[in-house]
């Protein structure tokens, strides 16, 4: 059984940071990317982050680029956010997510594209 598990959500001052950590089971995790999606209420899922576990590659939205970093850890079958300089926008329910695909490819934020997902993690940053 695939599973998704996301943790490391929390309420944060404005300015600090938070790590949030994905861990997988039942599907090989090297040759899927991961991604991190967000929704705040009253708005639609965004794109956060996406890490190939097959090449490494990462993208980022801009609104976090320089902020956040994506990264893996394929003998531990994690992906983790390291997310610095919170802001009160980045307040929202955090997903994890398993790409369809092992690559990153084009239109790599559309949820279609992602077949298996996380119960979530709140992130809570307060101004």
């Known amino acids: 059984e695939v599973q998704l598990v996301e943790s490391g959500g929390g309420l944060v001052q404005t300015g600090g940071s938070l790590t949030l950590s994905c861990t997988a089971s039942?599907?090989?995790?090297?040759?899927?990317?991961i991604g991190w999606f967000r929704q705040a209420p009253g708005k639609e899922r965004e794109g956060v982050s996406l890490?190939?576990?097959?090449?490494?590659?990462?993208v980022y939205a801009d609104s976090v680029k320089g902020r956040f970093t994506i990264s893996s850890d394929n003998a531990k079958n994690t992906v983790y956010l390291q997310m610095n300089s919170l802001k009160p926008e980045d307040t929202a329910v955090y997903f994890c997510?398993?790409?369809?695909?092992?690559?990153?490819?084009?239109?790599?934020?559309?949820?279609?594209?992602?077949?298996?997902w996380g119960q979530g993690t709140q992130v809570t940053v307060s101004s």
């Open positions: 890490i190939s576990n097959k090449d490494s590659a990462t």
């Open positions: 039942g599907f090989t995790f090297a040759d899927y990317a």
């Open positions: 997510a398993r790409q369809r695909a092992g690559t990153i490819r084009s239109s790599y934020y559309d949820p279609r594209r992602y077949d298996y």
